[in-house]
């Protein structure tokens, strides 16, 4: 008898869902019990990671389930470009990759102040720049925080 492991039986079934479909493409990773669903259009990704559920339970394995959209995920540059989009504080996102990979995001050249519970400044405030503040919310390694020039 040949038994398979009840991973493997999702795939196929995945495979079996899916598998005619020319937008999508699967893939098992055995090793990390996940199954990777590649598509083609971000309308039938979006349509899918809402619907499928993330991951099922088999015991003491959970096999998790990927959508990933067109040409892979978005890239960190796009995803902060998106974030900011409209924001007046936001001024443009810039990537490289050479001398190492890293994206940039640079905002305008303003003061801000806000309230905070600094014991040292007489009225309570916090005077600094938006790219200090991005620096403190955000902790995306290869993300560098800046400021335009004025």
Do not use: H
Request: aromatic content about 14%; hydrophobic content about 40%.
């Amino acid at each position: 008898m040949n038994q398979i492991s009840p991973w493997m039986n999702l795939y196929r079934e995945y495979t079996a869902l899916f598998g005619q479909d020319p937008e999508v493409q699967l893939a098992l990773d055995e090793e990390n019990y996940t199954i990777k669903l590649y598509v083609a259009s971000v309308e039938k990704a979006d349509a899918l990671s809402k619907i499928l559920p993330m991951s099922y339970n088999f015991g003491n394995i959970d096999v998790k389930i990927i959508v990933v959209y067109p040409n892979g995920t978005r890239s960190t540059k796009q995803l902060f470009q998106d974030a900011f989009e409209g924001n007046p504080a936001f001024c443009n996102t810039l990537a490289r990759e050479d001398p190492l990979p890293a994206t940039f995001v640079i905002f305008e050249p303003e003061v801000v102040q806000y309230k905070n519970d600094n014991l040292f400044s007489y009225n309570g405030m916090r005077t600094t720049v938006y790219e200090d503040i991005a620096r403190d919310i955000f902790q995306v390694p290869g993300v560098y925080f800046n400021t335009e020039d004025k």
